[in-house]
């Protein structure tokens, strides 16, 4: 394994997060939330820094285009050019706009915003009006990323209003959508002069232990009663938001 991985990464580290990989996977795949961000909180304290936000974006490529491969069939199609479009204008936004925006405030509204998609009040969207709420989900996640890191949670909270009884179009969606992200955010950093080569071998083997994670967690996905996945899943999504929600405030408490 060491021939295959940069000099500076030791293989215990590569071999925690090349199975971290599989579980977390199956996590995203049978509940729809949690396995990116627990991914990279692993990978953060395993790897460079300065190499975790392109790595992590490859094997997070592979991962969701794995999961919308064995979800095909549920994968809503017609809300993804909303998404890319949306993307296109975020990630150009994010690119040129040079400011520094203020961590803690992104991380408090970001909770807001899927506490309370998650709990209030739902408005009845029209086929055309949700394509425009898609579109404008892509900008600001892929805007948002090009500072915070992981949106994914942003974008699911748009996702589970739109597909409300359909777990399978849900995440089968969402998977694709992200993958219109990553490859804007690897094309990004591949633009930006990062070198992929040396951390190819890690990157191909976290994307196969990822696949079959996948695989994994699809078959928990088709166990679970379409009641019992909302409760999962908003009890998970809660978490996530209480978890940003906790870390921007904590930024104002005294040391």
Known sequence: ????????????????????????SMIMAATGLGGGVLL?????????????IPVHGVVQLGSNAGRTFLLRNSVQWSYLL???LGSLIGAALGGKLVVTLNDAVLRI???????????????????SSTRWLT???????????????????????IYS??????????IATHSAAMIIQHVLKVIAFGLL??????????????VATGFAGTWTGTRLLNRIPEASFRVIFK?????????????????????
């Open 1 to 24: 394994m060491p021939e295959l991985l940069p000099p500076d990464l030791p293989a215990y580290s590569a071999a925690i997060m090349i199975v971290s990989s599989f579980f977390t």
């Open 40 to 52: 990279l909180s692993i990978m953060a304290s395993l790897m460079p820094i300065a190499a975790l």
């Open 82 to 84: 909303p998404f890319l």
């Open 109 to 127: 509204a970001l909770a807001v915003f899927i506490l309370y998609m998650v709990w209030g009040p739902k408005p009845k969207f029209k086929a």
């Open 135 to 157: 579109a404008l989900g892509g900008t600001i996640s892929t805007f948002l990323t090009m500072f915070f890191g992981a949106t994914g949670p942003f974008v699911m909270a």
């Open 161 to 170: 209003n739109i597909f409300p009884d359909n777990r399978h179009h849900f």
């Open 193 to 206: 002069g990062f070198a992929f080569a040396p951390w190819a071998g890690l990157i191909v083997a976290m």
């Open 235 to 255: 009890a998970l999504i809660s978490l996530v938001a209480l978890h940003l929600l906790w870390r921007g405030l904590a930024s104002y408490l005294p040391a």
